[in-house]
């Protein structure tokens, strides 16, 4: 296996400096910020509650005085994107990205987009699109978004699926077609976007436990890095352990 950069990332789990603002001392309590690092931080933005232009403000401030990237997760608007990149009427999931984009270029901050077409253990594409990645349609879709993601918004890092090795072994049929759309898909990003780096997300605790190696081992030649989201509260009782 050849070598390859990890970033440890935890979707919708365990975040580093995972930012959730439900109280209005949180800034204040929160310990200070080093001064240098040799690595780059990222946020999930998840404001306080109730969500208010003053709490995302806030939010995207805070992330900008302890990292360097924010962390965006959509998943596909399959019909919208089946036969362009450049759907009639826009489409909603994109105006969520420019948002986010928005906010992280007025603070210097860099965007990792993950693309995630997960939705239960298949894929969440209407049936009139079709059920896995052998379909053309389904193919289409998933290349036309994640190219528009990148001519507009040049990304420094783009996750071409999350969490693959769930996807892979409960869809072993469809691991090879996983695989190649990744190929084909990266190839076409890399036309619009040279400098951004590609990469898919496996699950760190599922691949130890379920010997999921195979998955590790068909994903990394296809991308530039490997990035792994962990849940340690599924483990560990405390910080401490």
Do not use: C
């Amino acid at each position: 296996m050849k070598n390859f950069w990890w970033i440890v990332i935890a979707v919708f789990g365990f975040l580093i400096l995972a930012v959730i603002l439900n109280n209005d001392n949180y800034l204040s309590d929160s310990p200070e910020f080093p001064s240098s690092r040799s690595f780059e931080m990222g946020n999930l933005p998840v404001p306080k509650q109730p969500i208010t232009t003053e709490s995302w403000t806030e939010t995207f401030d805070y992330i900008a005085e302890g990292g360097e990237v924010i962390l965006i997760q959509v998943h596909l608007d399959w019909e919208a994107f089946v036969a362009t990149t450049e759907p009639d009427g826009g489409s909603a999931i994109l105006k969520t990205v420019e948002f986010v984009s928005e906010m992280a270029e007025q603070r210097d901050l860099e965007l990792f987009i993950v693309v995630d077409y997960r939705g239960g253990e298949g894929i969440d594409a209407p049936a009139s699109v079709g059920e896995d990645f052998s379909d053309p349609e389904v193919r289409s879709a998933f290349e036309n978004f994640a190219v528009r993601l990148a001519k507009d918004y040049k990304p420094k890092y783009i996750g071409l699926g999350s969490e693959v090795n769930t996807y892979m072994k409960n869809n072993p049929e469809d691991a090879q077609n996983l695989v190649s759309l990744i190929v084909e898909t990266k190839s076409k990003i890399k036309t619009f976007s040279q400098d951004t780096i590609i990469t898919s997300t496996i699950q760190y605790e599922e691949l130890i436990t379920e010997d999921e190696w195979d998955s590790l081992e068909l994903i990394e030649p296809t991308v530039d890095m490997i990035a792994i989201t962990t849940y340690p509260s599924l483990w560990y009782d405390s910080p401490s352990e």
